[in-house]
Each structure stands twice: as structure tokens, then as C-alpha cells.
């Protein structure tokens, strides 16, 4: 299983970014994927996640109305559409697939003026 993150940097608050999460080594059509952040000394936490054909998506109640999961299947691809970013949304973003124990190296995302 490798997961590959990307589309983090620095942006001021109220901006936007997408993050895209690129899988291989297994068939990600079959799969949940879930995003996780870790902020500097805090625990990772469960961002969003979303089922095998997209139908359905959860998310943190910190991010609920402004981030938005969704996949392509073709692409082996999930995405992570985050608006109205707050500072408190600087974290390093991870992409993961349950029960697979791989993860990628992350995408840094800074919220800043």
C-alpha cells in the first residue's frame, strides 16, 4: 500500500487548498479513506472519511460546512476540499485506508496572516 499526499502550504485565513491523496497496491474502489491532520503537539484526528463509491461522508464536527471529501475512483485518487481556513486548521493532513497500517508522509498546511 502507498499513499502519497499533496497540495499543502501556506495560506491566510478564510483561503482554500486541495489536498489530493494518491493510492496504490491495492483496489481502492473496495476501500473507506479517511483523512487525519496532526497539529504540533496534539494527537492525529480523524478529519473525514469517505465510503468505497462515495455515496457517503463524515466529518470532524471542527470542520463540518467547510471541508468537503470526495474521490475518483478511476484516478485512485481522494481529495480534501478545505475552505474558510482557520488557523486552527494548521496541521500536517494524512491520508489512510482502513485496515491497512500505511501511512504517507503527509502534506503540511498553514493557516497564517
Known amino acids: 500500500v502507498q499513499l502519497v499526499e499533496s497540495g499543502g502550504g501556506l495560506v491566510q485565513p478564510g483561503g482554500s487548498l486541495r489536498l489530493s491523496c494518491a493510492a496504490s497496491?491495492?483496489?481502492?474502489?473496495?476501500?473507506?479513506m479517511i483523512w487525519y491532520r496532526q497539529a504540533p503537539g496534539k494527537e492525529r484526528e480523524l478529519v473525514a472519511a469517505i465510503t468505497p463509491a462515495g455515496g457517503t461522508a463524515n466529518y470532524a464536527d471542527s470542520v463540518k460546512g467547510r471541508f468537503t471529501i470526495s474521490r475518483d475512483n478511476a484516478k485512485n485518487t481522494v481529495y480534501l476540499q478545505m475552505n474558510s481556513l482557520k488557523p486552527e486548521d494548521t496541521a500536517v493532513y494524512y491520508c489512510k485506508v482502513p485496515p491497512f497500517d500505511s501511512w504517507g508522509q503527509g502534506t503540511q498546511v498553514t493557516v497564517s496572516s
Open positions: 497496491g491495492f483496489t481502492f474502489s473496495n476501500y473507506n
